[in-house]
């Protein structure tokens, strides 16, 4: 089945720009998307289809998707943003969906 | 706005069975596919299967195949999550997220349900 790899962890300070990566074998021709989960609460979509971002989502939030690499990039970081960033993707011919392991964002 | 609002917590013992179900808002049901992932304590998120709310047809996760069993009842706009057979390990909470996307291979989920706990002990 297909594996969506991320780092366990993330550390910026606030107002610095935060980068997530999510690896998988040739991601590129797949459709990317990721979720932000605060401790507690459910997850919310923040970007879609490698780099849309859902109404709501402030500008701060973009996405790129090339070769085996999709990343997430959260500029001018909040402490607000502190959370657990996890990709996903539609595993074909399977229909399945998959998830990366998440990466945690500290805000330092 | 669309909502989808879940069943309260639930407390089984091993060997049991959870039915958790999953109400959408109006005009938030039919057309569309409805996902359920779960999140053991501490843990990332895992995907468990989905039901297209129009034909009922589902597609389960390899790992819960034989234990899982999801239904929806399109005269309420409710969709469930039946999981048997109740381990020390299915302790988490189980989410239900409404899929949408232009093709399949596209699909995101973009509404989220809070959640039920289920604790297995």
């Known amino acids: 089945s297909y594996v969506l790899t991320q780092p366990p962890s993330v550390s910026v300070g606030p107002g610095q720009t935060a980068r997530f990566t999510c690896g998988g074998n040739?991601?590129?021709?797949?459709?990317v998307h990721w979720y932000q989960q605060k401790p507690g609460q459910a997850p919310v979509l923040v970007v879609y289809?490698?780099?849309d971002r859902p109404s709501g989502i402030p500008e701060r939030f973009s996405g790129s998707n090339s070769g085996n690499t999709a990343t997430l990039t959260i500029s001018r970081v909040e402490a607000g943003d502190e959370a657990d960033y996890y990709c996903q993707v539609w595993d074909y011919p399977s229909d399945h969906v998959v998830f990366g392991g998440g990466t945690k964002l500290t805000v330092l | 706005q669309v909502q989808l609002e879940q069943s309260g917590a639930e407390v089984k013992k091993p060997g049991a069975s959870v039915k958790v179900a999953c109400k959408a808002s109006e005009h938030t049901f039919t057309g569309f596919d409805f996902h359920w992932v779960r999140q053991a304590p501490g843990q990332g998120l895992e995907w468990m299967g989905w039901?297209?709310?129009?034909?009922?047809?589902?597609k389960y996760a390899q790992r819960f195949q034989g234990r899982v069993t999801m239904t929806r009842d399109t005269s309420i706009s409710t969709a469930y999550m039946d999981l048997t057979r109740l381990r020390y390990d299915d302790t988490a909470v189980y989410y239900c997220?409404?899929?949408?996307?232009?093709?399949?291979?596209?699909?995101?989920?973009?509404?989220w349900g809070e959640g039920t706990t289920v604790t297995v002990s």
């Open positions: 289809e490698d780099s």
């Open positions: 039901i297209n709310a129009d034909s009922g047809g589902t």
């Open positions: 997220a409404r899929g949408t996307g232009v093709a399949l291979i596209y699909y995101y989920m973009d509404v």
């Open positions: 040739n991601l590129g021709r797949k459709s």
